[in-house]
C-alpha cells in the first residue's frame, strides 16, 4: 500500500519533462539514469534553443546564457549542459530520483499507484496522471558513436565525410561533431572500434578528439527550447 502522493510522475529527465516540473511544482521524475536531459548530454546530440514562449522557457535560456552553454543566436554547448542544468533544477527545487526505475502504473482513486525501483528496492507513490516524453526523434537500428573534434581543415571534413561518418558543426568555430555507425556493443567496444577507424584512415592527423558518446538515433539538430516549452505547457 502507497502513502506519498504526488500530482504528477514524470518518467526520465528528459527535456520534455524537466519543462514540465518547472511549471509544476508537485511532480517527481523518475530518471532511470544519472544525468538530465540524456537525450542531449548523454549523445553529444547537436542542439539549438528557439521556440522559447513562455516565461518559464525564457528564463530557463536565461539560466544557460548565464553558464555560457547557449550563445545569442540559439546555439547549445551540448557537451556543457548537465552542470547549468543541475544548478536550474536546484533552484526550482525539482525532485527527482535518479536511478529509479518505472515499472508500472495501476489505477486507483482517479489516479495512478507507480511502482518503480531503485537502487534500495521496490517502491510505490500515488499520483493524479503520469507523464513521459513524446518521442521525437528518428530512431535507427545501429548504434552511433560520435566525437566532439577540434581544429579540423576543410579537406579533412571532406575525408571524413568520405569515409562514411557525418560532420557538423560543434558549439565553438573550431569544434565539430563527427557521427559514426558503429556495430552494437557496449560504449567501450564501441569507443574501441571508432578509435580503430580512426587511426586506419586518419593516422597522420593531427586532429583531437575530445568527447566520445554513444547513440541509438540520427544526428538531428534538436530544438531544446521547443522540447522544454512543450513540458511546461503540457
Not at 545569442?72 to 527545487?93: C, I
Not at 518521442?135 to 552511433?144: A, H, L, N, P, W
Amino acid at each position: 500500500m502507497q502513502s506519498r502522493f504526488v500530482d504528477t510522475i514524470l518518467l526520465g529527465a528528459s527535456a520534455f519533462c524537466l519543462g514540465y516540473a518547472a511549471a509544476h511544482a508537485d511532480s517527481l521524475i523518475l530518471e532511470p539514469g544519472e544525468t538530465l536531459l540524456p537525450e542531449l548530454t548523454a549523445t553529444l546530440r547537436p542542439a539549438r534553443f528557439e521556440n522559447a514562449q513562455s516565461a518559464v522557457t525564457r528564463d530557463f535560456a536565461a539560466r544557460l546564457r548565464e553558464a555560457d552553454c547557449l550563445t545569442e543566436s540559439g546555439v547549445v554547448d551540448t557537451p556543457s549542459l548537465a552542470p547549468a542544468v543541475a544548478a536550474y533544477a536546484r533552484a526550482h527545487a525539482m525532485r527527482i530520483l535518479f536511478r529509479s526505475h518505472f515499472v508500472e502504473k495501476t489505477p486507483e482513486n482517479g489516479g495512478f499507484t507507480v511502482t518503480y525501483v531503485s537502487v534500495d528496492g521496490l517502491h510505490r507513490i500515488g499520483c493524479r496522471r503520469v507523464l513521459s516524453a513524446p518521442q521525437v526523434f528518428d530512431e535507427e537500428k545501429k548504434s552511433v558513436l560520435r566525437a566532439l573534434v577540434s581544429d579540423v581543415t576543410e579537406e579533412q571534413k571532406t575525408k571524413i565525410r568520405a569515409a562514411g561518418c557525418t560532420v557538423v558543426p560543434g558549439f565553438t568555430a573550431d569544434e565539430w561533431v563527427v557521427s559514426l555507425p558503429v556495430p552494437d556493443a557496449d560504449y567501450a567496444a564501441a569507443c574501441g572500434y571508432f578509435e580503430d577507424f580512426w587511426k586506419e584512415r586518419f593516422a597522420l592527423w593531427n586532429v583531437q578528439i575530445d568527447v566520445m558518446a554513444q547513440a541509438t538515433d540520427d544526428l538531428i539538430d534538436a530544438d531544446l527550447g521547443a522540447l522544454f516549452e512543450a513540458g511546461v505547457t503540457a
